[in-house]
């Protein structure tokens, strides 16, 4: 399977503990994104890597959040000291150029309990 | 691009046409995305249009575009219990050439056998 590939799938944590996802993006993709989807409402986006270099955060993005991507490849995205509010669908998208087509993976639910 | 709007629900029965949609914000938009979501399930890009183009079909799926109106829509030709799912437009961010997604809040399809 070449598609965008996201672990876990689930997550449950506490409230106050750090949570790290993956994501796998299409190989030749250069360009890799982050969403965060609640209930009843589309993806909303977090943040943007073209290569390894980070060129976009979201005022979504609180300082308890922080994304890497060190090699260009896959991305990491971590939430430290979660809260009851960031539970929700992570969802990790690639694309080889801007404006194209953007390929989602399946997604990491997260419940902070 | 921030106000991407749909309708929330549409019912059709089995072998009928569904008509989804949108409506975008930005005229200097010059792709629309449509992505389909299964219960659980990430985002699969179901097609696009490009925004010099009034109409693009792909087998069952025909999308119309109104750029006067900016007004999108998605019609799904002999709908299928398969087809039931969310229907998301989505529009790129112009304010920066790097590509994020606005996206609508999704369109609940429910096909009646």
């Known amino acids: 399977d070449t598609g965008v590939s996201q672990n876990p799938r689930h997550k449950i944590t506490k409230r106050g503990q750090n949570v790290t996802f993956r994501c796998d993006p299409i190989?030749?993709?250069?360009?890799l994104y982050w969403y965060r989807q609640t209930l009843g409402q589309g993806p909303e986006f977090l943040t943007y890597f073209q290569n390894e270099a980070q060129l976009e955060k979201s005022r979504l993005l609180s300082d308890r959040f922080s994304a890497e991507r060190p090699k260009g490849s896959f991305s990491t995205l971590e939430i430290q000291r979660t809260e009851q509010g960031d539970s929700a669908m992570y969802l990790c998208a690639s694309s080889s150029r801007g404006e194209g087509e953007q390929y989602f993976g399946p997604g990491t639910r997260l419940t902070v309990t | 691009g921030e106000d991407v709007e749909q309708s929330l629900f549409l019912s059709v029965r089995e072998g009928d046409s569904s008509v989804i949609n949108c409506t975008y914000t930005?005229?200097?938009?010059?792709?629309l995305y449509w992505y389909k979501q299964e219960p659980g399930a990430g985002l699969q890009l179901l097609t696009y249009?490009?925004?010099?183009?009034d109409m693009k079909q792909d087998q069952r799926l025909t999308v119309l575009l109104n750029k006067k109106d900016k007004h999108l829509s998605l019609r799904i030709a002999d709908t299928q219990t398969g087809d039931s799912a969310i229907y998301f437009c989505a529009e790129p961010d112009r304010g920066s050439t790097l590509g994020r997604l606005y996206f609508g809040r999704g369109t609940q399809l429910t096909v009646w056998p």
């Open positions: 249009i490009f925004s010099n183009m």
């Open positions: 190989s030749e993709h250069n360009r």
């Open positions: 930005d005229s200097s938009s010059t792709y």
